[in-house]
């Protein structure tokens, strides 16, 4: 096997970082199909977990009701049964995002009494760019008015270990200025919601792709800000990328699950061409999803 440290964690390292028995998710948004770059974040995933002889729960991110859509749940679900990707704490019950919003305005709550937390009227526009530059901070406007939710972020850096690219240095409130934790239209923001969610659910290793690797200083500030002592160990790995490698479909960049399986390709080969799309595989390879911790293991 090809030692790539880009591509393949150093899992004795790791293991000590997340310490015995690691817990990740797996946590789509059911806002469209299951395509080859959710196969590849349960690739690592499932692969990484039981490599290091953890556990894999799943976790449906809606907390976007606009975009999320209860039939694309569905398939979700059943095109990974298909895969042979099984949870260790099982489907049932289920943790939607969508199904606990009083733990979300509970944090928040508590969040009220350490920090500043304020309604903000700015539209994407007014603000213009990444950065929020905190003008709405001290203006006392009143909640339920229509506006968003930003939490104060302080200043310094945020130091972590990514277990494939190393130390990182983020800055989060010059990054993207105070936080925003529920949008105009009255949704919790993915940083928030997601904190949350590994706050409380005991997750200790992320794995996640390298397009998230700028937010998570402020996911682990936010975190240690709710009162989370020791943050999770994160791992951002390699995406699959358009116009390179072979041509699998029309779209070469990526394809839907849902494609693939009315072609007649197999779960193996399924597995084995979004394996191949990073690396870790050759093209033409197949593997089952119950095998793939053997794409980390050396
Ligand atoms: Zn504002």
């Keep these: 096997m090809i030692i790539d440290p880009l591509l393949r964690p150093d899992l004795t390292r790791l293991a000590s970082a997340t310490g015995s028995s ?13 395509h080859l770059g ?19 729960l799943l976790r449906i991110e809606d907390h976007d009701r606009i975009r999320c859509r209860p039939e694309y749940e569905l398939a979700l679900l059943e095109d990974l049964a298909w895969l042979g990707f099984e949870p260790d704490l099982g489907f049932e019950p289920l943790l939607r995002q969508s199904d606990t919003p009083l733990v979300y305005e509970q944090v928040l709550d ?84 997601v904190t949350v969610d590994d706050v409380r659910q005991g997750v200790t290793l992320v794995i996640r792709g390298s397009d998230l690797v700028s937010s998570t200083g402020r996911q682990i500030l936010l975190a240690r800000m709710m009162g989370r002592r020791n943050a999770p160990v994160f791992l951002h790995h390699p995406l699959i990328h358009d116009g390179r490698g072979e041509k699998l479909s029309k779209a070469a960049g990526d394809a839907g699950i849902r494609e693939l399986r009315s072609a007649g390709v197999t779960p193996p080969e399924v597995i084995g061409i979004a394996a191949a799309r990073v690396g870790l595989l050759n093209p033409g390879e197949s593997i089952h999803a119950v095998d793939v911790a053997g794409l980390f293991l050396a």
């Design 38 to 56: 959710h196969v590849v974040n349960a690739i690592y995933v499932w692969g990484i977990a039981r490599a290091l002889g953890g556990r894999v």
């Design 110 to 193: 508590r969040l009220r009494e350490s920090t500043n937390v304020y309604v903000c009227e700015c539209s994407r526009k007014d603000i213009g760019g990444e950065r929020y530059d905190g003008r709405c901070r001290d203006r006392r406007l009143e909640p339920g008015s229509g506006g968003g939710i930003r939490v104060q972020l302080p200043d310094g850096d945020e130091v972590f270990d990514d277990a494939l690219h190393g130390r990182q240095t983020q800055t989060p409130a010059e990054q993207c200025g105070d936080l925003l934790v529920r949008d105009r239209d009255d949704h919790w923001t993915y940083q928030f919601a």
């Design 22 to 34: 690691p817990l990740t998710r797996f946590a789509p948004s059911p806002t469209g199909y299951l």
